[in-house]
């Protein structure tokens, strides 16, 4: 059963590479769920389920479980932003950033991570699934932002908005859960690493973002726009990156894989 | 005018927001290159790491300062736009909508203003190793702790999938608290919580226990704070998809 249930993972990585090479030969399903992607996703959901049943813990502990559950997360948030005509051309950007974490994951070691005591807890689930929602919204808001700069459109400028608005929301809720955990399991809601001050880094870049769409464009200099703040959005998807992956890679932290 | 004009505004708080992300990128590089100077920085609270560090040797420490001012101008800048706005709104149409953003504002000075409480007037007691039946004093408390009992289930790989330790807490030669502590379930105490860290066996053969006892006195504010952001923040998205739609 251990090797069984990883065939619900490759099937999703092929739907989500048939997906992205559909995407950029430009070919596009007639609606979302007549998508490989849509299908990649229930595929996607069956594995996390049918590992966090043999694991025991919520699949989100190590890098290979990080990185699919980074890319599920990334399919979701599409799901839920771009589903419109007008957002529609997203998913050839998204469906790119669904497929390389994904990827990335069949890459690397999928031995499941020991039932470790601090893993006992839903605080462990919550805080590390909302965050991963939050970063998947976030790219959903880089594939938004891209279509934005290139072709504009209101319907993409509002979708780009809630990615941000959600991905925000999403992480700030995972980072109170992050928090009381870290509270009754190691003894302080917050320690000096890395990952801990990179996370408060994301945070206040799209707590800014969120603030800087109220700027009126004329009132001086640095002059915010609709075009930089979509700029700005979709960078933010480069401090998520640093984040997950750089902090957690090269530094020493808590959070190191 | 001019001060308040600049602390209101949005364009302070984009500043504000930058200069931490820039400080807090330099710092996360810094703190790798200098172990020494950081690696104890948990092992106490932050006020008194920062007055026998951050004086003593300003240069590597530099980012925390920038950290800390670009927080509070952003603590500023929000108390003082929540305070201007709600002014303008009790003085119009109060809506939920129109209040949730300042909410959210007085939840985020909740959670900086406890931060510091708990920086200022919080206690951290690391690495109290006892062995099972043995005592020691828990920092400068007054208390002494027993570990009455250690359990550990190891895999047949040999990591640990569960441990707890059953202690007693004395005053003087008074029980005041008994319970049993294991990952994710501290024993709280007067305002202090006991968390096993690790555990393994005495050259005598008897099983240890080592402890953290930490207080933090804004905890409990944070996470009211923490909760009310987080209502406020979701309660905010549903309007704005209404109106999208």
Redesign the interface.
């Known amino acids: 059963m251990e090797g069984a249930h990883l065939i619900p993972f490759w099937l999703a990585l092929a739907a989500y590479g048939a997906e992205a090479g559909f995407r950029l030969a430009g070919v596009a399903p007639s609606s979302v769920r007549k998508s490989p992607l849509f299908a990649g996703v229930l595929l996607h959901a069956a594995f996390l389920g049918l590992r966090w049943g043999l694991s025991g813990h919520a699949p989100m502990a190590g890098l290979f479980e990080s990185l699919t559950v980074f890319s599920f997360c990334c399919a979701v948030a599409g799901l839920v932003l771009c589903r419109s005509e007008e957002t529609a051309a997203a998913w050839k950007p998204l469906s790119i950033l669904v497929l390389l974490p994904q990827a990335g994951a069949a890459l690397i070691d999928k031995r499941m991570t020991?039932?470790?005591?601090?893993l006992?807890?839903p605080?462990f689930a919550t805080h590390v699934g909302l965050s991963f929602l939050g970063y998947g919204f976030f790219a959903a808001g880089l594939a938004l932002g891209i279509v934005y700069l290139r072709v504009g459109g209101d319907a993409v400028y509002?979708a780009a908005g809630?990615s941000a608005?959600?991905g925000?929301?999403a992480f700030?809720?995972g980072m109170?859960c992050g928090?009381?955990?870290a509270?009754?399991?190691?003894?302080?809601?917050?320690?000096?690493?890395?990952k801990e001050?990179?996370s408060?880094?994301v945070w206040?870049?799209f707590?800014?973002l969120a603030?800087?769409k109220?700027?009126p464009a004329q009132?001086g200099w640095?002059g915010w726009t609709k075009r930089l703040e979509m700029g700005a959005t979709a960078a933010g998807y480069g401090?998520v990156l640093l984040t997950f992956l750089g902090?957690s890679l090269l530094?020493?932290s808590s959070h190191s894989f | 005018m001019a001060l308040w004009r600049f602390l209101t505004s949005l364009k302070t708080c984009a500043w504000a927001g930058l200069a931490f992300c820039v400080a807090g990128a330099v710092g996360s590089v810094v703190m790798g290159r200098y172990p020494e100077l950081f690696a104890d920085m948990d092992a106490q609270v932050f006020a008194g790491w920062f007055a026998r560090k951050g004086f003593a040797d300003p240069a590597p420490t530099l980012w925390l300062y920038g950290l800390l001012l670009a927080t509070g101008l952003f603590a500023v800048n929000a108390a003082c736009c929540t305070f201007e706005r709600l002014v303008q709104i009790f003085r119009g149409t109060v809506t939920l909508r129109r209040l949730l953003p300042h909410v959210m504002h007085l939840a985020f000075l909740g959670v900086v203003l406890s931060h510091l409480v708990s920086a200022v007037y919080g206690d951290r007691i690391p690495g109290v190793a006892i062995p099972q039946g043995g005592f020691a004093p828990v920092g400068g408390t007054g208390l002494a702790m027993r570990l009455d009992r250690f359990d550990a289930v190891m895999a047949p790989e040999g990591y640990p999938i569960d441990f707890s330790a059953t202690v007693t807490l004395f005053r003087d030669t008074t029980a005041v608290a008994r319970g049993v502590v294991r990952t994710n379930e501290p024993l709280f105490h007067e305002g202090y919580g006991i968390y096993i860290k690790n555990f393994g066996t005495t050259p005598w053969g008897a099983p240890y226990a080592v402890f953290d006892a930490n207080r933090d006195p804004g905890a409990t504010a944070i996470l009211a704070a923490s909760l009310l952001f987080t209502a406020a923040n979701l309660l905010y998205l549903f309007p704005s998809r209404r109106a999208d739609a």
């Open positions: 020991p039932p470790y005591p601090a006992d807890t605080w509002r809630r608005l959600y925000f929301s700030s809720a109170v928090g009381i955990w509270y009754y399991a190691w003894g302080s809601y917050w320690i000096w690493t890395p001050i990179w408060v880094i206040i870049y707590a800014t603030h800087l109220f700027i009132d640095p401090v902090v530094l020493r």
